[in-house]
């Protein structure tokens, strides 16, 4: 098992090039927050914005709108019901995120497989949260490549029909290997799979990170360096560990690791991870 740290990710940290414009690091789609989540929305567009994403559109009910916009000034917004919008946003995305706090009723199914059915081959798609659940739920078949799954351990078994007791590297693995995707598994040491590929351990992370929303700021975190580094592998180690690095941070100072303060963190961690 590989295990990734500061020193192993040393020189792929993503640098700003002075001739680069926002489209540079990437047109970013997060389809996330019904009227009861919102707040997961919110907190996974803003990571995708602190981490470095260039342009960023957040699908959501149109009830999130308001206190989107009184929160996240920097981001484009759509009505995730609105299928006109979200089809020309999905055409111009470079990466996708679909799930957090998007809700498991019929509305949601709606919107998960029109997004799948209208993704671009080739486009980064992380599934994550409800999407997770909807995939395990109903049996949806999803060969869109390349694709990343973001469970915790429950939304694990659930998908993959191990029970958190047997979760173990190998039988994860083989499951792994008949999805043909990317999961990253969310637990203390955070594990992510990859088909025919070595496991890779993140080396940090705390408890403080057990809080609502530290999964939803990760997939806005992913989005944003899997569009600034040399491939989806780079990028998914990069922002994993960007993510647990900076909660470790904050927790050497204070017991609960905040979503939304750990977002704010991020511009400076990864000025400072940058540095030569």
């Not at 609105?82 to 990466?95: E, M």
């Amino acid at each position: 098992m590989l295990k990734i740290n500061r020193q192993t990710l040393k020189s792929h940290w993503p640098v700003r090039q002075k001739q680069s414009h926002k489209g540079t690091y990437g047109h970013l789609l997060l389809i996330a927050g019904n009227a009861q989540y919102g707040g997961a929305g919110i907190l996974a567009a803003s990571a995708a914005i602190y981490a470095g994403g260039g342009l960023v559109t957040l699908a959501t009910a149109k009830n999130n709108f308001t206190a989107v916009r009184a929160t996240l000034a920097e981001i484009m917004l759509i009505d995730f019901t609105d299928f006109d919008q979200l089809s020309q946003s999905l055409a111009n995305a470079t990466g996708v995120v679909i799930g957090p706090g998007l809700g498991t009723d019929s509305t949601s199914l709606a919107v998960l497989n029109f997004t799948m059915a209208h993704i671009a081959e080739g486009v980064p798609l992380i599934i994550d949260g409800s999407a997770i659940d909807l995939v395990a739920q109903h049996d949806l078949r999803v060969s869109h490549h390349p694709t990343i799954y973001t469970p915790h351990q429950m939304e694990w078994q659930r998908l993959s029909g191990i029970k958190i007791a047997d979760q173990s590297v190998e039988r994860n693995q083989a499951v792994v290997d008949q999805l043909n995707a990317t999961v990253v598994l969310k637990h203390y040491h955070t594990e992510i799979y990859a088909p025919a590929a070595p496991v890779a351990q993140i080396m940090a992370g705390n408890p403080g990170m057990a809080t609502g929303g530290s999964g939803d700021s990760l997939t806005g975190i992913l989005l944003a360096l899997i569009a600034q580094a040399n491939s989806v592998n780079e990028g998914v180690r990069l922002g994993t560990f960007l993510h647990s690095y900076t909660a470790d941070l904050i927790y050497e100072h204070e017991a609960v690791v905040l979503p939304h303060r750990l977002i704010c963190r991020l511009p400076a961690v990864l000025k400072q991870l940058s540095q030569p």
